[in-house]
């Protein structure tokens, strides 16, 4: 179902709610519907949207007007209507966290340092090097804001309070996860490890993909497109080597090796050679251990490696 539509049942369901069209049936029937976890999220985003806006007092002091009607399955909108998806899509998944920044909380990772946080919920968040996220509490969800670089969440799950990281154009919402997000200029890369995701693209409403992951997937998602591929669990782990200081090759390119070799250094891997740059390696390497590839660059291929102080030069 697409994100529009659902965002229109759970507002009906709003609406029915504030206007006192409620039995043990309908209750029933709510049940059933909100057990599905994505229009869980959507009418817990549209709740809090809702309330966040001053809306629902004023709706529910006007009962009596003719502010909403029900004819079959159509649900024709008015003012209030309007103005809830007006809402809804002006503070949508890039932004309606942000509506309040009291309790903005701000961390950071320099080069080659890692940082865990423990949240008072029990729930862990581990920073990678060079990465920036802000945490704050907004009308009772609890919101991450990954705007660099990599971390791996460890979510205590709560229906009531869900926890949303908001990265580069995108949204994670956890129902009972694991998972790790790696966000770089273009793109953001989220693998899910356990429990499942609500992985949402913030584009308008004719390119906005949704798509719940479950363990093993990888959503790798741009402005423009999201794709979602399954790894084993042998590589699924790989995924996590930086936790423990270490990155793990399989038949990588050397270009590739070095890219992530220099996320973590100050003294940089340059390959100038387009021919070494593509010849692939494998194997575990400490992140901050450059001498472990140049050397294996020197053993294996026979590389020139020279040392410019700045930059470590592998070529011919």
């Not at 996220?133 to 979510?155: H, M, N, P, T, W």
């Amino acid at each position: 179902m697409k994100a529009d539509d659902l965002d229109a049942i759970a507002a009906q369901w709003i609406v029915r709610r504030e206007k006192g069209e409620w039995s043990a049936e309908t209750q029933s029937e709510f049940d059933r519907w909100l057990a599905t976890p994505g229009n869980r999220i959507a009418y817990l985003r549209l709740t809090d949207v809702w309330n966040r806006a001053g809306r629902l007092k004023a709706l529910s002091a006007q009962r009596r007007g003719r502010f909403f009607s029900f004819r079959g399955d159509t649900f024709k909108t008015a003012a209030k209507v309007a103005a809830l998806f007006a809402l809804a899509a002006a503070v949508g998944a890039g932004g309606y966290a942000w509506l309040s920044r009291t309790n903005d909380v701000r961390y950071a990772t320099g080069i080659g340092e890692r940082e865990i946080i423990s949240l008072a919920d029990g729930s862990r968040i581990e920073l990678n090097t060079q990465t920036v996220l802000r945490l704050a509490s907004v009308g009772g969800k609890r919101i991450a804001k990954l705007e660099s670089g990599q971390a791996y969440f460890d979510i205590k799950h709560d229906p009531v309070h869900p926890f949303t990281v908001l990265t580069n154009g995108h949204k994670v919402t956890d129902i009972g996860t694991k998972f790790e997000i790696r966000t770089d200029t273009n793109k953001v890369q989220v693998t899910l490890f356990e429990g499942s995701a609500q992985f949402e693209s913030d584009g308008p409403s004719a390119t906005r993909q949704n798509a719940i992951l479950v363990p093993g997937d990888v959503a790798v998602a741009t402005a423009q497109s999201m794709r979602i591929v399954r790894k084993p669990a042998q590589k699924l782990i790989a995924e996590l080597g930086w936790r423990h200081g270490v990155v793990i090759f399989d038949h990588t390119t050397l270009a590739d090796a070095a890219a992530e070799f220099n996320r973590y250094n100050r003294k940089k891997l340059v390959v100038t050679d387009p021919k070494v740059a593509k010849l692939t390696i494998g194997g575990t390497f400490q992140t901050t251990n450059t001498q472990q590839l140049t050397q294996l660059a020197r053993d294996i291929f026979g590389l020139t490696i020279e040392d410019r102080g700045t930059d470590i030069v592998i070529s011919r």
